[in-house]
């Protein structure tokens, strides 16, 4: 593998424009099938729910067989394959539209199959990535593409809404579908040659007991199960809470609200374009817990704010977690990448996002209980001090550890 920087490889700079656009179109259409239910079908709140929950439910359902799946083929193809399969169905939708026939059946349907599609896009690009940029770029190439991602986060949703406004939202879904056959188009392109898969070692339950029991039995992986789940569960909890407090207890109008949401995703934006240099401050093993530690206490002056001046203390919290959080995944993916055998990366990485994705509802219906006896702000309150709490785990197993190549390689079975 080449050791130039991964920006300067034709196959990595294919690889992150396909997810340039994927990212843009995946953020612009976040907005464009809301209104698409709400405007042109008069969704009800409960079908609204429906067809957004339809669209992460796969990861809970399919998310460990995907990754023993991912284990047995080569990995690109799966990613083509998912990009296309998204692209077909999210033309569906325009398709419909035009013939007259769109229902809210066909929206769920649709955002369920392409669901599973990205559950096996997104592990299978986890997994993929190493053979493009090869284990000594995955910091610089991860960076890379959180810092697209970020963008995307920045950008997309105002995006979304003007294009919605000019060319209606059936219209902007198709923009959609083709951001997706641009991504398939750009991973062809891709010349770096992959890992034949390894051998099949049994049934597929075993495979994904093989997967479980190495993250289990694997300490530095253990840790940082721990830590991302607490993390997510935190982000669970304030996001059933952090709207109505912004709206009855700050009383901050919707273009304020607006506002602090984008100080959230402009310091993720600069946390995943900064993070190889902190890395090489701080050590490429220190900062995956030190990311959380130092912004952690920061965090927790987003239930101090007050309406009026103090509502500075939201958009600095609500900015040291986003920072915190980017910095974090993009230094604790690239470990789990370089010393991960290849046969098990596959089934690591989708038991890792099954852990994360799954303790989501579970956050959303314990803040929402919290607030509705607590009140919002003390559930912000608990999801501070969760954070605040969650980097122990991956400090006690990487503590005194400054880089990742003093870490010593995971050995599977």
Request: proline share 1%; hydrophobic share 55%.
């Given at each position: 593998m080449s050791s130039r920087p991964p920006s300067r490889r034709r196959d990595f700079r294919l690889l992150l424009f396909g997810q340039t656009t994927t990212q843009l179109g995946t953020q612009v259409s976040g907005v464009a099938i809301p209104l698409l239910a709400v405007v042109t079908l008069d969704a009800s709140p409960l079908q609204l729910g429906l067809v957004t929950a339809s669209g992460t439910v796969a990861f809970a359902l399919i998310g460990l067989p995907a990754g023993a799946w991912i284990d047995r083929w080569r990995r690109r193809p799966v990613l083509v394959a998912a990009d296309v399969a998204r692209a077909a169905l999210l033309a569906t939708i325009p398709l419909a539209a035009l013939l007259g026939t769109l229902t809210?059946?066909?929206?769920?349907?649709?955002?369920?199959?392409?669901?599973?599609?990205?559950?096996?896009?997104?592990?299978?690009?986890?997994?993929y990535l190493p053979s493009v940029v090869g284990r000594a770029g995955l910091l610089a190439g991860n960076s890379a593409m959180e810092t697209v991602r970020a963008c995307g986060q920045v950008a997309g949703p105002g995006a979304g809404g003007w294009a919605v406004g000019?060319?209606?939202?059936?219209?902007v879904v198709l923009v959609q579908a083709v951001t997706f056959a641009l991504?398939?188009?750009?991973?062809?392109?891709i010349r770096a040659p992959e890992p034949p898969p390894g051998p099949r070692?049994?049934?597929?339950?075993?495979?994904i007991r093989e997967g479980l029991a190495f993250v289990a039995g694997t300490r530095v992986l253990r840790a940082t199960a721990v830590t991302s789940a607490a993390c997510n569960f935190s982000f669970a909890i304030a996001s059933a809470v952090s709207f109505v407090f912004m709206v009855r207890t700050l009383g901050l109008a919707p273009t304020a609200i607006g506002l602090v949401v984008a100080a959230g995703s402009l310091a993720a934006l600069a946390g995943a374009a900064l993070t190889p240099r902190l890395a090489r401050r701080a050590g490429s093993a220190r900062v995956i817990w030190l990311s959380l530690a130092v912004t952690g206490p920061v965090a927790l002056l987003t239930p101090l704010a007050q309406p009026g001046w103090a509502v500075g203390l939201l958009v600095a919290g609500t900015a040291?977690?986003?920072?915190?959080?980017?910095?974090y995944a993009v230094t604790?993916?690239?470990?789990?990448?370089?010393?991960?055998?290849?046969?098990?990366?596959?089934?690591?990485?989708?038991?890792?996002?099954v852990l994360m994705m799954g303790l989501f509802p579970v956050g959303a219906?314990?803040?929402?209980?919290?607030?509705e006896v607590a009140g919002p702000r003390q559930a912000l309150w608990a999801a501070?001090?969760?954070?605040?709490?969650s980097p122990l785990p991956v400090y006690a197993a990487l503590r005194g550890v400054r880089d990742a190549e003093d870490v010593p390689p995971w050995h599977g079975r």
């Open positions: 809210i059946a066909q929206l769920v349907v649709v955002s369920l199959l392409a669901g599973a599609a990205r559950v096996f896009f997104d592990v299978g690009y986890q997994s000019v060319l209606g939202a059936a219209n991504s398939a188009a750009s991973l062809l392109a070692r049994g049934r597929l339950a075993a495979e040291a977690g986003e920072l915190g959080q980017i910095v604790n993916v690239s470990l789990r990448q370089r010393l991960c055998p290849e046969r098990l990366l596959g089934r690591v990485n989708a038991t890792m996002r219906l314990v803040g929402g209980v919290l607030g501070g001090v969760l954070v605040l709490l």
